[in-house]
């Protein structure tokens, strides 16, 4: 059998598979209306009570009233963060390039450290809808302005990425055309998430995680079973060095070292996290900051199992086709499709199963989109139109402007789904452009909450210089990964043992030697584009820290004294206050020592 006729007898997406894909939709859907319908009863209730109607509308379009539990705010989470992007692309980086990258998780426990201690506890005592209303209380309006501008580029740059990702799948398992599917399931999510606010999505979410986690382990358990157990898909990464020793080096232009991976991905983790108004309206969602608290180290709990399950799925991957790797026979076509053919091979002959999986990878994309354009929705309510407009919104005006936010970057994000999949593998490409708006902006927030002698015009300063140094590095570097100028290296594979024909001769490959080594394009000429690219998004973070640091010290503006302590983390907090009592105290103090001598002196006298 040809490739291309073996390819086609894969996509055996039948009828039972179409019909658990549509009743995902189906309940996401029912859920949107359930809550658009309770909407409408808080609604009538504040109409009675003669409450302020725009901003309680608000409040619980956005953050669902300041009343969510834990349990759906911790799901929400994990599903929000962990994406199709995650889902995909983490078992393509472990094939690829071997299990190193999974030291990452280290850095998602520091981040939650930093999390808990350090921007946790300033967002929730001020009680915001919008993050980035703290960069006008910190700074002034226009870095609140220029903060909510990074999170709307971000989020043109992600969000396209998380909606091009399902359609890999669905096409390896169906053969429809990704322009054809993108549409109609984001349909149902901007329907969804227009209607029923923060509460439809979190419930979705909920949903969404449950199906995502199921359809992991239906491939994972039935993958290894079919492979003779996880001893064969260990020897078989062992013998390929896919299983190795952190890697210590400190080349920079390594695609993976203990130290990209541990300081670059604490800066990675915190960009999503820390900063993110998709993440932090969840977390001010819930009534205190202990249930806050609690909920950082659930849902860091929930993304390291996560992680940890599709690493394993990428040595499946390998043990599967370690005789007859399908990238090189094109069996599948694109990078990101290894895992649905997996699926398609494993659970393909089983009716319903298939469709579980694709099910869960759009759930995993639904749960980010959704997520994205409730965030969009409240930034634009909040830093832009309530900020330009001199008179308070209505209800119904405050109704109209949150939807059609949704429904018009919705359909942004459909379009944009032409130019991603011109663009290379996905996980590598969302950290590469999202530390382009990420990386300033954890740096303006960063000194905000922990050096307070930085003031407004350093931030803003020292935000467009990273801006534009970040643009070009990752502008500079995804060219020459596209055009090929710059090539990391694989681990070894090998098409020896295939029983299908394909273009090209039979051979194995072995680029790197067997010893855990990793050579990241160690033949290209160092530039500083090329340098890691879990690292764009420290360095664009430490160079707006620096530049802002340095240009409000020479400016000399920043009266410490006049500044809000309820912007600054607590231990800088309290450091400000016992200096702000000292100095209050000191004068007293030398009146007293002047008024005592002055009293000897007479006595003697």
Same mark, same amino acid.
């Given at each position: 059998?040809?490739?291309?006729?073996?390819?086609?007898?894969?996509?055996?997406?039948?009828?039972?598979?179409?019909?658990?894909?549509?009743?995902?939709?189906?309940?996401?859907?029912?859920?949107?209306?359930?809550?658009?319908?309770?909407?409408?009863?808080?609604?009538?209730?504040?109409?009675?009570?003669?409450?302020?109607?725009?901003?309680?509308?608000?409040?619980?379009?956005?953050?669902?009233?300041?009343?969510?539990?834990?349990?759906?705010?911790?799901?929400?989470?994990?599903?929000?963060?962990?994406?199709?992007?995650?889902?995909?692309?983490?078992?393509?980086?472990?094939?690829?390039?071997?299990?190193?990258?999974?030291?990452?998780?280290?850095?998602?426990?520091?981040?939650?450290?930093?999390?808990?201690?350090?921007?946790?506890?300033?967002?929730?005592?001020?009680?915001?809808?919008?993050?980035?209303? &703290?960069?006008?209380?910190?700074?002034?309006?226009?870095?609140?302005?220029?903060?909510?501008?990074?999170?709307?580029?971000?989020?043109?740059?992600?969000?396209?990425?998380?909606?091009?990702?399902?359609?890999?799948?669905?096409?390896?398992?169906?053969?429809?055309?990704?322009?054809?599917?993108?549409?109609?399931?984001?349909?149902?999510?901007?329907?969804?998430?227009?209607?029923?606010?923060?509460?439809?999505?979190?419930?979705?979410?909920?949903?969404?995680?449950?199906?995502?986690?199921?359809?992991?382990?239906?491939?994972?358990?039935?993958?290894?079973?079919?492979?003779?157990?996880?001893?064969?898909?260990?020897?078989?990464?062992?013998?390929?060095?896919?299983?190795?020793?952190?890697?210590?080096?400190?080349?920079?232009?390594?695609?993976?070292?203990?130290?990209?991976?541990?300081?670059?991905?604490?800066?990675?983790?915190?960009?999503?996290?820390?900063?993110?108004?998709?993440?932090?309206?969840?977390?001010?969602?819930?009534?205190?900051?202990?249930?806050?608290?609690?909920?950082?180290?659930?849902?860091?709990?929930?993304?390291?199992?996560?992680?940890?399950?599709?690493?394993?799925?990428?040595?499946?991957?390998?043990?599967? &086709?370690?005789?007859?790797?399908?990238?090189?026979?094109?069996?599948?076509?694109?990078?990101?499709?290894?895992?649905?053919?997996?699926?398609?091979?494993?659970?393909?002959?089983?009716?319903?199963?298939?469709?579980?999986?694709?099910?869960?990878?759009?759930?995993?994309?639904?749960?980010?989109?959704?997520?994205?354009?409730?965030?969009?929705?409240?930034?634009?309510?909040?830093?832009?139109?309530?900020?330009?407009?001199?008179?308070?919104?209505?209800?119904?005006?405050?109704?109209?402007?949150?939807?059609?936010?949704?429904?018009?970057?919705?359909?942004?994000?459909?379009?944009?789904?032409?130019?991603?999949?011109?663009?290379?593998?996905?996980?590598?490409?969302?950290?590469?452009?999202?530390?382009?708006?990420?990386?300033?902006?954890?740096?303006?927030?960063?000194?905000?909450?922990?050096?307070?002698?930085?003031?407004?015009?350093?931030?803003?300063?020292?935000?467009?210089?990273?801006?534009?140094?970040?643009?070009?590095?990752?502008?500079?570097?995804?060219?020459?990964?596209?055009?090929?100028?710059?090539?990391?290296?694989?681990?070894?594979?090998?098409?020896?043992?295939?029983?299908?024909?394909?273009?090209?001769?039979?051979?194995?490959?072995?680029?790197?030697?067997?010893?855990?080594?990793?050579?990241?394009?160690?033949?290209?000429?160092?530039?500083?584009?090329?340098?890691?690219?879990?690292?764009?998004?420290?360095?664009?973070?430490?160079?707006?820290?620096?530049?802002?640091?340095?240009?409000?010290?020479?400016?000399?503006?920043?009266?410490?004294?006049?500044?809000?302590?309820?912007?600054?983390?607590?231990?800088?907090?309290?450091?400000?206050?016992?200096?702000?009592?000292?100095?209050?105290?000191?004068?007293?103090?030398?009146?007293?020592?002047?008024?005592?001598?002055?009293?000897?002196?007479?006595?003697?006298?």
């Amino acid at each position: 059998m040809h490739v291309d006729e073996l390819r086609i007898s894969l996509q055996s997406f039948g009828w039972p598979d179409y019909v658990v894909f549509c009743l995902m939709l189906a309940i996401c859907a029912v859920i949107g209306i359930h809550f658009c319908l309770q909407l409408r009863r808080e609604s009538r209730q504040l109409k009675a009570t003669g409450a302020e109607e725009a901003a309680s509308s608000a409040a619980s379009y956005l953050v669902g009233g300041r009343k969510m539990k834990i349990f759906p705010i911790t799901m929400s989470l994990i599903s929000s963060f962990i994406s199709g992007i995650t889902l995909l692309g983490t078992p393509t980086e472990v094939y690829l390039y071997g299990a190193q990258y999974l030291y990452i998780m280290g850095s998602l426990v520091l981040m939650g450290l930093c999390m808990f201690y350090i921007f946790l506890p300033v967002f929730h005592e001020l009680n915001l809808i919008s993050t980035y209303k &703290y960069l006008e209380q910190r700074y002034n309006r226009s870095l609140r302005l220029f903060g909510s501008i990074m999170f709307i580029m971000a989020s043109l740059l992600w969000l396209p990425i998380v909606i091009y990702v399902p359609a890999i799948a669905f096409n390896q398992a169906t053969g429809v055309n990704i322009h054809i599917v993108t549409p109609c399931v984001c349909v149902v999510c901007i329907f969804y998430t227009c209607i029923g606010g923060l509460k439809a999505v979190v419930w979705t979410d909920v949903v969404q995680t449950l199906i995502m986690f199921g359809a992991m382990a239906l491939v994972l358990i039935k993958g290894t079973m079919d492979i003779g157990g996880p001893g064969v898909v260990w020897q078989r990464a062992k013998q390929t060095a896919r299983v190795e020793s952190p890697n210590f080096t400190f080349d920079l232009s390594e695609r993976y070292t203990f130290y990209s991976l541990v300081l670059g991905g604490v800066a990675h983790w915190l960009k999503s996290n820390a900063i993110s108004q998709n993440m932090i309206q969840r977390y001010l969602s819930l009534p205190t900051l202990r249930h806050a608290r609690i909920a950082i180290w659930t849902f860091i709990g929930g993304v390291l199992a996560f992680l940890a399950i599709c690493g394993y799925t990428g040595l499946l991957i390998y043990a599967t &086709y370690a005789d007859c790797d399908p990238l090189e026979t094109k069996l599948a076509q694109r990078n990101d499709q290894l895992l649905p053919l997996l699926v398609m091979e494993t659970l393909g002959t089983y009716p319903g199963l298939p469709g579980i999986f694709v099910a869960g990878v759009f759930s995993a994309a639904l749960s980010s989109l959704s997520t994205g354009l409730n965030s969009l929705s409240a930034v634009v309510l909040e830093d832009f139109v309530k900020t330009f407009r001199h008179e308070p919104l209505t209800e119904t005006q405050t109704a109209f402007v949150m939807r059609s936010v949704v429904v018009v970057f919705g359909v942004i994000f459909v379009a944009l789904v032409f130019i991603v999949e011109k663009l290379g593998a996905v996980l590598q490409l969302t950290i590469t452009l999202t530390s382009v708006a990420n990386g300033p902006l954890l740096g303006i927030f960063t000194s905000g909450v922990l050096l307070p002698w930085v003031n407004s015009k350093g931030a803003l300063l020292g935000g467009v210089s990273s801006l534009v140094v970040m643009a070009w590095m990752c502008i500079k570097a995804q060219h020459d990964l596209v055009t090929g100028d710059l090539v990391y290296q694989r681990k070894p594979y090998s098409t020896l043992g295939c029983n299908y024909t394909f273009a090209g001769e039979r051979r194995a490959f072995s680029s790197l030697p067997l010893d855990g080594a990793i050579s990241a394009a160690s033949d290209a000429p160092f530039h500083l584009y090329r340098i890691s690219y879990l690292y764009f998004t420290l360095f664009g973070a430490l160079l707006t820290i620096v530049v802002a640091l340095v240009t409000s010290l020479l400016l000399r503006e920043t009266d410490l004294d006049a500044l809000d302590t309820r912007l600054l983390t607590p231990f800088v907090r309290r450091w400000l206050e016992r200096r702000r009592s000292r100095r209050t105290q000191l004068p007293a103090q030398k009146l007293a020592k002047r008024t005592k001598l002055k009293a000897v002196q007479e006595t003697a006298a």
